[in-house]
């Protein structure tokens, strides 16, 4: 792997920071949404969300920085995998807080948990630490579908 490149790094964070932020644009007032649920135990407040993707987003868009310059050859397709994991990223949010289709959304959620695990195989492959980053971000996804589970037999 080539000597670090800040700007191209934050550029990569960014734009993965920036795909977040659209979603939850276009997802509406979560806060409110959320607030309104009955929620299952274990439920965090809706502070830690915000923070806990903000943080999550850096890491992503941290893997795909490294798995870019780390394997020339895989480059291409680990990279379209990202992709279309940010894809179902960023479409749960809009299903879940715009339309509140709690069921289609867990749904989503599992296939991204799919996504993540093929992420954290594929990019490992290239980079152990891209890989191994990832991990979080799967921990996560997995908390969050006993979330939308519990809201979808909630409400």
């Known amino acids: 792997m080539k000597k670090i490149g800040l700007t191209e790094l934050l550029i990569f964070i960014f734009s993965t920071e920036l795909i977040g932020v659209l979603s939850g644009i276009i997802a509406g007032n979560s806060f409110g949404i959320y607030s309104e649920l009955v929620k299952p135990p274990l439920s965090p407040p809706s502070w830690l969300f915000p923070l806990m993707w903000a943080i999550l987003y850096a890491l992503m868009g941290a893997s795909a920085y490294i798995v ?43 296939i991204l948990i799919l996504l993540v695990i093929r992420i954290i195989m594929h990019f490992g492959k290239s980079n152990k630490i891209a890989g191994y980053i990832n991990i979080p971000y799967l921990i996560w996804l997995i908390f969050a579908l006993y979330l939308n589970i519990g809201v979808f037999i909630l409400n």
């Open 68 to 110: 870019y310059y780390a394997d020339k050859d895989c480059r291409k397709n680990n990279l379209i995998l990202y992709g279309i994991q940010l894809f179902f990223n960023f479409i749960w949010s809009i299903i879940f807080f715009r339309f509140r289709l709690f069921g289609v959304s867990a749904v989503i959620i599992f």
